[in-house]
């Protein structure tokens, strides 16, 4: 097992996370719904990471009809909101951090995806190390509220939106500590 630290972080986050991308690290509040209060910090911008680690934002620009853009990755997001994310394995969870990288949130988008694959999971399977065994993962991708096990790389692309962009898909990992939001943004 590879000790997680700051620089296999960077490592890991930059490549997964190149393009137009979105993931931060902020702390998770005590008590229930800790964690959401936690998410909408990241997502409104309002903290930073708690061990002082590479994060990363590259939402895309906005245009007249979009709200969204570089200091507004997000739409305004309440705690209410985080009803429309589903609770997903880890290995879904890896999934879901790998496909974020490709066309439309698909494998098939990926270059070279067949070759790549164990090196991106590998990627993927260290940014969840960082959150513990026990950190629960969510994604907005819908196929996780029918199977919260299930193979996320042949998922369907239906998406409960945390934006006003054409489509956003991602992965919400929290410890009792820190809460970890990673995104992904198509314009198009």
């Known amino acids: 097992?590879?000790?997680?630290?700051?620089?296999?972080w960077k490592t890991a986050v930059c490549e997964l996370f190149?393009?137009?991308?979105?993931?931060?690290?902020?702390?998770?509040?005590?008590?229930?719904?800790?964690?959401?209060?936690g998410a909408v910090d990241v997502m409104r911008l309002r903290t930073r990471d708690p061990r002082g680690w590479w994060s990363i934002n590259n939402a895309p620009e906005g245009d007249v009809h979009t709200l969204c853009g570089p200091d507004r990755p997000f739409l305004p997001p309440r705690s209410a909101d985080f009803d429309a994310v589903y609770e997903v394995s880890r290995r879904g969870a890896a999934q879901v951090l790998v496909t974020l990288?490709?066309?439309?949130?698909l494998t098939a988008g990926i270059p070279g995806f067949d070759k790549r694959e164990p090196e991106l999971i590998r990627h993927a399977g260290l940014i969840l190390e960082r959150f513990g065994h026990d950190a629960l993962c969510y994604t907005n991708a819908s196929a996780a509220r029918d199977d919260p096990n299930g193979d996320m790389f042949g998922r369907e692309a239906a998406y409960e939106g945390f934006t006003d962009y054409a489509l956003d898909c991602g992965v919400i990992v929290v410890s009792p500590t820190e809460v970890g939001?990673?995104?992904?943004?198509?314009?198009d």
Do not use: L
């Open 1 to 8: 097992m590879t000790v997680v630290d700051k620089e296999t």
């Open 18 to 37: 190149g393009g137009s991308a979105f993931a931060a690290v902020g702390p998770s509040e005590e008590g229930e719904g800790g964690w959401r209060r």
């Open 181 to 187: 939001v990673f995104w992904g943004f198509v314009i």
């Open 101 to 105: 990288q490709g066309d439309w949130f």
